[in-house]
Every structure is written in C-alpha cells, then in structure tokens.
C-alpha cells in the first residue's frame, strides 16, 4: 500500500515557479502511476496531469508546455514542476495513485495525498 504527501506549494507571483514533490512510502510505489489533481475553492477536483510507472507522461491541456511532472524511483518521489504560473493556477494540489482507466476520473485514483496549497498572486 503506497501513502503519498504532497509538499512544496506556497505563495507566487504570476508568471514564476514552483516545484511539487509527491513523496511515498510503500514497497509498490517503483510499479505505481502517479496523477497529480488541484482542487480551486468551490470548484471540482481537476485532472492536472499523470506519470506512469514507465515514465510516460500526460498532462491536461490547461497546463501542456507550463507543467511538467517526473519521477525519481531511487528517492520514491514524483514532482510537478510548474512554470510561468498564472493566477487561474491557484488551488490545493494533490497526487494520488491511478488504478486505471480515464486519466480525468477522480473515482480511478486512490490513496490521495493532503494536498499543498499553491497562490498564484496577479
């Protein structure tokens, strides 16, 4: 069973950058795939972008070309690396492991981390 916790998140200012990390315990985590979701107030939780357990990527299409997430086995440690932020991009980020199917379906991930809260300031 992998537990995952999100950190790095923190106050920005448009146009800057930040970097995820998604840090998990477990024996499974070198086989799992990783999605990272963001939930802004009063909004659904949001589909942001998945690593496989082979390193393939795919991101959604709000964050293509400013997001990009990569995985460090030797340290069990998935990251979001987020550039040119924009204000829109404020939300609690959170990583879970994906069991299957859409890549967009919260209901296909499990073991969702607490979140870290990124702000994006105008």
């Known amino acids: 069973q992998v537990q995952l916790v999100e950190s790095g998140g923190g106050l920005v200012q448009a146009g800057g950058s930040l970097r995820l990390s998604c840090a998990a315990s477990?024996?499974?985590?070198?086989?799992?795939?990783i999605g990272w979701f963001r939930q802004a107030p009063g909004k659904e939780r949001d589909f942001v972008s998945v690593?496989?357990?082979?390193?393939?990527?795919y991101y959604a299409d709000s964050v293509k070309g400013r997001f990009t997430t990569s995985r460090d086995n030797g340290k069990n440690t998935v990251y979001l690396q987020m550039m040119n932020l924009k204000p829109e991009d404020t939300a609690v980020y959170y990583c879970?492991?994906?069991?299957?199917?859409?890549?967009?379906?919260?209901?296909?991930?499990?073991?969702w981390g607490q979140g870290t809260q990124v702000t994006v300031s105008s």
């Open positions: 879970a492991v994906y069991l299957g199917g859409g890549y967009y379906y919260t209901a296909n991930y499990k073991s």
């Open positions: 477990g024996r499974t985590f070198r086989t799992s795939s």
């Open positions: 690593i496989t357990w082979g390193g393939g990527t």
